[in-house]
């Protein structure tokens, strides 16, 4: 079993640059794929980044490519979301997950946090 905390959320200004962190319990972290996800009010859920085991693979929503960054340290047991040029659309609950394998789709990740609230202001 996996336990998931993030932890960075905020409110920043349009423009801005934020970084999550998930912190990971278990001495198993680096067997899983990380994800992360975000949900605006009235949303679905939708996929943001995912990165592989080792690091080396990383994937992307079109509308964050460029602009964000997932990086993860297996030392660490953490996960990160390096946020930079925010727009008022980023403002959403962020949530990180872990999986077997990276994916688009909520439905390969096993593991959730609890979600980190990020407002951005035009």
């Known amino acids: 079993q996996v336990q998931l905390v993030e932890s960075g959320g905020g409110l920043v200004q349009a423009g801005g640059s934020l970084r999550l962190s998930c912190a990971a319990s278990?001495?198993?972290?680096?067997?899983?794929?990380m994800g992360w996800f975000r949900q605006a009010p009235g949303k679905v859920r939708e996929f943001v980044a995912a990165?592989?085991?080792?690091?080396?693979?990383?994937d992307y929503a079109n509308s964050v490519k460029g602009r964000f960054t997932i990086s993860r340290d297996n030392a660490k047991n953490t996960v990160y979301l390096q946020m930079n040029s925010l727009k008022f659309e980023d403002t959403a609950v962020y949530y990180c997950?872990?999986?077997?394998?990276?994916?688009?789709?909520?439905?390969?990740?096993?593991?959730w946090g609890q979600g980190t609230q990020v407002t951005v202001s035009s």
């Open positions: 997950a872990a999986g077997p394998s990276m994916g688009w789709s909520q439905v390969v990740y096993s593991y």
């Open positions: 278990g001495r198993t972290f680096s067997s899983y794929a």
């Open positions: 990165i592989g085991r080792s690091g080396v693979s990383t």
